[in-house]
Structure formats: structure tokens, C-alpha cells
């Protein structure tokens, strides 16, 4: 008979910026149970690092190998199709496939210390050694570097840490406090189960009824009751302690194991619809489209592009119920699961307990027994934030992606990955469907059904009998020159807000700024409040009555007087949400008004509670950020004003206008829910804008075309693709010098033929020129060719990696870049 041969090296890749796999040697008692995708604990350069096996080998071309020291875990992390998805995100994304990797699993999935001993080079010459001593050496020598417990199991327990003490002292044993990665910390809980093949003679069990009562009790329970149970109760029943059991197994009349529990994270929200609906014939259409290619299991990207309550979600359910009845999986993404409740609520109303829900407001034990179970198969969908599209689901068949335009789903630190981008990328891995919905999709996604890469469905009717709400700009210009400079609601949204209250309506208002006032400014010597980290002025907060940086957190007290010259008062100027809450409540004395931004929600559940306050009609005016033009579905609600239309406009992003347009879509979607018809008003300084009309008129099409136009004349996105790179370090000099070098470099590249027709911008100060105490530099990249931006911006990245010099520096790199640079 052939042995198997066991491999005797692996491959390694861990998470840093280095993209390539490192050599191991695999000790011996590892060999059987080393896997592809599995966690491996290696030491690099001076470090222990966990990272992640990609090969396994029988011989090694390196020359002198490391060993590798242990394998955490008894089953791999990863799927071969996990592996693949995220080499294909490092290629894409620019970032190396270890740290692809450590962004698929949960964090959950936690470093810990520990202490292990290793035998040192004198143990092969020293001579004496006690009996004990002569053991762990031994052992040490068989099976390398163990830990205390590991050792006590071998060798016993008993004088093992004096044994160590002297052999450390000797300088035999070395002891290293390493960083290791524990077998993931399920809960378990142990069970018991009688051994039906060593069942006792009567007269065994009369002596052991008169020997060991308790045990005998237990037995017999086993024996006449159910064979399995677990321990606990058993014990509980008999009150008696594990003790006894353990007795009972060590004469092998039961055996006693481990059974995972998992801690369930929290009950749905409760307030979501469950009911199923029959679909309508736009619905009807799209689900039938969907279905046909589930059904043929053929990869296909549809966006469903349905008017706010249009139903979308009944199709996403339908959908997903088609593709279990079909044994697949499905994942569901949602942009941010604390401002999505219903969403979520509705998933798990309908489909009762076969949901896992993964999101960051999840504690990290929770998060890895959901990821878990789906790994196991336990459940068949997922719904999550961003990172659940590396849910390990076996055999998918759907991802949704709702809400498909939101920005969240951009991951703005490393590795920078879009993750509605990840989803097609998977659902074409297995051919599976990826279904990408939204009122307003991004101008990437609608250009792609337009060009034929994904097949558009429209939903153009409220599901329901509610009509679109009617929208009215009022232009401010025309209220200034009317009423006075810096006012805040124009007459006609107070007109409507009075007539609201006195209807017993409820209303929302959206400002997106946060704060009482973003400057604060001495009129005698035009001193403005700054942080002292970032180039950027400080807001300020009327709670507590202090100034606070949005870009770092820095905080200091409100000076009553100039820093500067001692002059007061100060002014206060612009407008955040706390200024809009204070007028509110002046202004309208007898009714409840609260606000919910980033500042009232910090909280866990806060979200919930404010949104549970508004749906049992216990606020009449909600006042807040961007937050509040999320998927909320509040029947009350018949008017939505929206304090300025033009905050984002003048963002120096060449999204500001599709982000506007989306977010004024979105909230005017709030209104007019239930059976009262809706009204939103929409402020502006500039009311001719194509953002600011073409979401008035509830005109996707016509801000569509308008946007091409815009993007093609500039050659933006999606006309061409678009890096950036952005060059930090805290010294202005060495990050300026470093910018130039690495502008160097790529002009280099760039003028070699191979990377013709790339258009590099800068470098040059980025738009926050100081951010947390880094002066920051960026250069643009745009190309037609996805191909050669991502070579050349390898190049870049590893050109800066590998040179010796970093001067403090450090230099990020994200393709497809969301917001200013
Ligand atoms: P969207 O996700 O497109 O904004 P929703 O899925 O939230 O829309 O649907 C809006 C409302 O219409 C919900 O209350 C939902 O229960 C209801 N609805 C959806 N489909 C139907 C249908 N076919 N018949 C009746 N009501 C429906
Ligand atoms: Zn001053
Ligand atoms: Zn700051």
C-alpha cells in the first residue's frame, strides 16, 4: 500500500503590505493536519505573526526555511473560493493578498499573548538532568515550541513549573511570550452520552449503586432517559457535579464532549412588515428575470431600480426565498445596519431563525459565531454591512446589494475595496446572481446596464396607493433678500411645519452638519477656530458648550474671549443641527422635537430608540443628519424639509452633485408613506442647479444624462478610471520631498510606452492639507486601461515599500477614491 506523502512545507501570506507568500518548514506533528485557507502562526523577521496558508509543498526552494510554530485552528478559515476572491481584491485594489485576507474574517477572530518554551542551543551539550527535566526536554525536542498547559499534558503537571523555572535559568529552555492566535473562542458546553457499546452486568450495577449512588443515578437516567444530554442539566437533576460524570466516563460508561453554543445576537427590531405580499406586475417582471437565471445558475447582474417604496424589498425577499427553495445561499448587504433596523427586521421576520446578521455593532464573540454558522451551513442567508460580502456561505446563489449608491460601502481604509464591486466579482466566481438596488443607483452601476454589463429592471409605482410626495424648492436668495441675511427656515417651510403640527403630522428635517456652527469667528481681528492637528476650523457644540474637530475629535472649551486679540463676543456662523434644534424649540414651544446625528447616536441602540420614538409617534419634528434619509418607512411622516440643499455642492469631490441628487432623492422618499400625501421643500441658494431640479422632479433620467455630460467633458469616472495616491507624513519637508520623488517615479513609468495615456494630476496638497498632525500630498491618476492604472500603481506602491529611505512617510493607495483628495 502507498503512504500519502505529507507535505513538509508551506506557503504563507500574511498581512502586510509585502504581497508575496513566505516559505515554512511544517514540524512534523503538524504535516497531517496543515490545510489550505487554514490559520498559521509564523515567526517573521523578530516577530510572531498570524497568517494565512496558500500552498503547501513537498520540497522548498528557499534555503534556509523557519518553522512554522502552530496552527491555531483545527479547520481552515477560508474557502478555495474565498482564497481566489480576495487574490483577485489585492490585484484590484493594489494591497497584498494577506492583507485581502485579514479583512475577510471577522475581528473577532482576536491576538493573544501566550507563553511558550522552546529548547535553546545548550540543551544538545549540557549534562544532568532530573527525570522530569530529562521529559520536557524531550518533548521539547520531539514536537518544538509548547506552551505550559501543552506540556502538562505530556508530561504531567506536578513540579512542571519549578522543572521549567531551572531549566530557563539554566539557559536550556527559552521562554517567549508570543502572539498567538487562539483556537477562535467559541463557547462550548459539554454534553454527555451514554456509550451503548459497554453497558454494565446487574451485578456491577447494584456495587456501583452501593459504591457511588450518584453516579449509578446518572447512569441509569442515560440508560432509560435520553442517551445525550447536556451535562449541566444532568448534573443539575441529580444535584451533583461534573466530577461524577467525568467518573462514569473514566470507566467508559459515557463519553463526554464539547458541543458549540452560539450566543445569539439581538432579536429583530420588531417593527418591520412580514407579511407577503402577492407582487405586482412590475415587481412580477423583475422577479421572474431574476428567477430564470437562478434557476439556470448562470452568473447575471441585474439593477433594480425601483422609486422609493416601489417594493424593491418584497422582490430582494422573493427572490431569496426562489434561490432556498434551489438549496443556495444568499447574502444580503445593507450600507449600515444601525440605521437600517426595518431592513434587517423584515429579512428575519420572514425567513424566522435561518438569518445571520454580521455587523461591526455586533460584539466580537457574537460576530464570529454568526460567521460560523454560515460556515457550517447552519443558516443559508446572511445580511450584513459591507464585510459580509465575505460571508462564508457554501454554495451561493444571490447577493443583494441594497441601496447599492451608498457610500458606505467603500472601505476607506486598506485594503480600500468598494464591496458592491466585490459582490459581482463573487456572484461571477459562483455563478450565482448579483442584484444591486436602488431609487438613484451611482452613475458606475446605471452606466454598466446601459452598456449592456448588467440587465436594468425598472420599478417605476409606489407598491402601495401613496403617490410620490410633491417637492417645492424655495430659493433663498429670494427669502434673503426678503427676510434678512442668515435665516434659517424660509416662511413657507415654517408655514407648513405650523400647519403639520396642528394636523398632529409628524415632520423631518434634514441639514446635513452636525454642531451648533461650523466657525467661529472674532469680527474685530478675523481670528478663526482651528485644530491644532488638522488645517481645518473647529465646530462648535452648544452641549458643554466646547469646540470639536469632525476630523480627528479634538476638543478644547469654547474661549469666551479671542485667543488672539481678547475681543468679544464671537460670532457663530453657519448652521449645524443643534443650531436648527435650538431655533425649533424656541420657535415652536409646545412641540417635540429631537435630534439625531452622529453626536445623539453614539450610543448602542440610540438609533433604534430615536427611530422606535418616531414610529410610535412620540416626536413631531425629527431634525438630523444624513442618517435620517435612510430606508425608513414612517407612515406619520407628510412633510420633509431640507434646511440646505447646497451643503455638499460645493465639496471639491467630483461626486458632490450625484451625492446631492441621491441624498435629496432619498429624503424626500421619507415623505408621504401612509395614506396623507407628502410635501418637501427644499431650500437652496442655487435652485437651478441639475441636482438640486432633477430631484425635485423625481428625475433620475435627465440628472443621468446631465452627469455623463459633466463627467465626460472632465474625462472623470466612469469615462476613465481613477487612483489616487496620498503621500502623509508628519515632517512638511520630508513629506514634500517624498511626494515629488514618488511623482518622479510615476512620471517615469508613466513616459515609458507601456503606460501611454495615463494623465497623472500633482502631486500637490491634498484638499485637507493637515489631517491628524500629517501634512498630505496626493496625485491623481486617470486611465482608460484598469489594466495599467493597477501595474502602475504596483509599481508605485512597491518603488515606496522597498525603498530604504521612508523619512516618516507613509503612502496609501486607493483606486476608485470616494470624497476629497
Ligand atoms: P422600497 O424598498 O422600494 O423603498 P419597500 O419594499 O419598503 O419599498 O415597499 C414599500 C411598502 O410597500 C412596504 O410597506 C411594503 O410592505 C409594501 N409593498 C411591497 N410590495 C407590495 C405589493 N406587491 N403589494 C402591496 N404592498 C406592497
Ligand atoms: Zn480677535
Ligand atoms: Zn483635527
Known amino acids: 500500500m502507498k503512504t500519502v506523502e505529507l507535505p513538509a512545507f508551506a506557503e504563507v501570506v500574511l498581512p ?4 508575496r507568500p513566505f516559505s515554512y518548514a511544517i514540524p512534523s506533528p503538524l504535516r497531517e493536519r496543515i490545510r489550505m485557507g487554514m490559520r498559521a502562526v509564523v515567526p517573521i523577521q523578530n516577530r510572531i505573526e498570524t497568517g494565512y496558508v496558500v500552498g503547501l509543498t513537498h520540497n522548498s526552494s528557499v534555503d534556509s526555511v523557519k518553522t512554522l510554530i502552530d496552527l491555531p485552528d483545527s479547520d481552515p478559515v477560508f474557502s478555495g473560493e474565498i482564497m481566489e476572491l480576495c487574490r483577485w481584491l489585492a490585484d484590484y485594489y493594489c494591497c497584498s493578498w494577506g492583507e485581502a485576507l485579514h479583512s475577510a474574517i471577522p475581528a473577532g477572530i482576536a491576538v493573544r499573548t501566550r507563553r511558550v518554551y522552546r529548547l535553546s ?3 544538545l551539550t549540557s549534562g544532568r538532568f532530573t527525570d522530569k527535566q530529562r521529559a520536557v526536554v524531550a518533548e521539547l525536542n520531539r514536537r518544538g515550541p509548547l506552551t ?15 522543572t521549567l523555572k531551572s531549566l530557563v535559568t539554566r539557559g536550556i529552555v527559552l521562554a517567549e511570550a508570543v502572539a498567538a492566535t487562539p483556537a477562535v473562542n467559541a463557547l462550548t458546553e459539554t454534553w454527555v452520552r451514554l456509550c451503548e457499546e459497554s453497558a454494565l452486568s446487574s451485578e456491577d450495577l447494584v456495587r456501583l449503586q452501593r459504591r457511588a449512588p450518584k453516579q449509578a443515578a446518572a447512569y441509569l437516567d442515560l440508560l432509560h432517559g435520553p442517551s445525550e444530554r447536556r451535562a449541566s442539566a444532568l448534573c443539575l437533576k441529580h444535584e451533583t457535579s461534573l466530577a461524577t460524570l467525568r467518573q462514569l466516563a473514566a470507566k467508559g460508561l459515557v463519553t463526554m464532549y464539547e458541543h458549540d453554543v452560539y450566543r ?5 427590531s420588531g417593527h418591520g412588515s412580514t407579511q407577503k405580499h402577492s407582487l405586482n406586475s412590475e415587481q412580477r417582471k423583475a422577479y421572474e428575470a431574476i428567477v430564470a437565471e437562478l434557476e439556470s445558475n448562470r452568473f447575471q447582474t441585474f439593477l433594480l431600480q425601483g422609486i422609493t417604496g416601489s417594493g424593491k424589498t418584497e422582490v430582494y425577499l422573493q427572490a431569496i426565498e426562489r434561490a432556498l427553495s434551489l438549496g443556495k445561499g444568499a447574502i444580503i448587504l445593507v450600507p449600515e445596519i444601525s440605521l437600517t433596523p426595518q431592513t434587517v427586521g423584515r429579512f428575519k421576520a420572514r425567513y424566522q431563525t ?12 457574537e460576530r464570529y ?13 446572511v445580511v450584513g454591512a459591507r464585510s459580509a460580502v465575505f460571508a462564508p456561505l457554501p454554495n451561493l446563489g444571490i447577493v443583494v446589494v441594497d441601496e447599492e449608491h451608498d457610500n458606505s460601502y467603500k472601505q476607506n481604509e486598506s485594503p480600500r475595496y468598494h464591496a458592491r464591486d466585490v459582490a459581482i466579482m463573487r456572484a461571477k466566481m459562483n455563478n450565482a446572481v448579483c442584484l444591486l438596488g436602488s431609487a438613484t443607483p451611482s452613475i458606475e452601476s446605471y452606466r454598466n446596464s446601459e452598456a449592456g454589463k448588467s440587465v436594468r429592471l425598472e420599478l417605476k409605482r409606489r407598491a402601495t396607493a401613496a403617490e410620490l410626495p410633491r417637492v417645492e424648492i424655495v430659493d433663498m436668495r429670494v427669502e434673503t433678500r426678503d427676510v434678512g441675511v442668515g435665516i434659517m427656515l424660509s416662511r413657507r417651510l415654517e408655514e407648513e411645519i405650523d400647519a403639520r403640527l396642528k394636523s398632529g403630522d409628524q415632520v423631518l428635517l434634514l441639514l446635513n452638519r452636525r454642531g451648533f456652527s461650523p466657525f467661529v469667528l472674532c469680527p474685530s481681528c478675523g481670528w478663526v477656530a482651528q485644530c491644532t492637528d488638522c488645517n481645518v476650523s473647529l465646530t462648535y457644540h452648544a452641549q458643554g458648550a466646547h469646540l470639536n474637530c469632525h476630523y480627528c475629535g479634538y476638543r478644547r472649551e469654547s474661549p469666551p474671549v479671542c485667543d488672539e486679540c481678547g475681543f468679544k463676543p464671537l460670532l457663530y456662523l453657519g448652521t449645524g443641527t443643534q443650531k436648527v434644534e435650538d431655533y425649533l424649540v424656541r420657535s415652536f414651544p409646545d412641540a417635540r422635537i429631537e435630534r439625531m446625528d452622529a453626536d445623539t447616536t453614539s450610543g448602542k441602540g440610540a438609533h433604534a430608540q430615536i427611530l422606535g420614538r418616531l414610529a410610535s409617534g412620540d416626536i413631531d419634528i425629527l431634525v438630523g443628519t444624513q442618517m435620517i434619509a435612510k430606508g425608513h418607512d414612517y407612515p406619520g411622516v407628510t412633510l420633509v424639509g431640507v434646511v440646505n440643499a447646497d451643503t455638499g455642492l460645493s465639496f471639491p469631490d467630483f461626486r458632490a452633485s450625484e451625492t446631492t441628487f441621491q441624498l435629496l432623492t432619498q429624503v424626500a422618499g421619507r415623505a408621504g408613506r401612509g395614506d396623507k400625501p407628502g410635501l418637501v421643500i427644499v431650500q437652496s441658494y442655487r435652485p437651478n442647479h441639475y441636482a438640486v431640479k432633477a430631484a425635485a422632479q423625481h428625475d433620475y433620467t435627465a440628472f443621468y ?20 495616491v496620498m503621500i502623509e507624513g508628519e515632517d512638511p519637508q520630508e513629506t514634500y520631498r517624498t511626494a515629488v520623488r514618488i511623482g518622479k517615479t510615476a512620471r517615469g513609468q508613466i513616459e515609458s510606452l507601456e503606460f501611454h495615456g495615463i494623465e497623472m494630476i500633482g502631486p500637490a496638497p491634498a484638499t485637507l492639507r493637515r489631517l491628524k498632525r500629517k501634512y498630505r500630498w496626493s496625485l491623481g491618476l486617470l486611465s482608460k486601461s484598469t489594466k495599467r492604472l ?6 508605485i506602491r512597491d518603488a515606496f515599500e522597498s525603498s530604504p529611505e521612508k523619512a516618516g512617510c507613509a503612502v496609501k493607495i486607493d483606486l476608485d477614491p470616494y470624497g476629497m483628495m
Open 16 to 19: 502586510i503590505s509585502l504581497d
Open 121 to 123: 542551543m545548550e540543551s
Open 148 to 162: 505550559e498547559s501543552q506540556l502538562a499534558k505530556a508530561v504531567g503537571a506536578e513540579t512542571l513549573s519549578n
Open 264 to 268: 445569539s445576537p439581538e432579536a429583530s
Open 354 to 365: 435561518d438569518v445571520a446578521v454580521l455587523h461591526s455593532g455586533l460584539g466580537s464573540g
Open 369 to 381: 459565531d454568526e460567521w460560523r454558522r454560515a460556515q457550517r451551513g447552519e443558516v443559508r442567508i
Open 705 to 724: 444624462e446631465r452627469e455623463m455630460a459633466v463627467r465626460e467633458s472632465a474625462l472623470y469616472p466612469p469615462f476613465r478610471r481613477m487612483a489616487s
Open 790 to 795: 493597477n501595474i502602475l500603481t504596483r509599481a
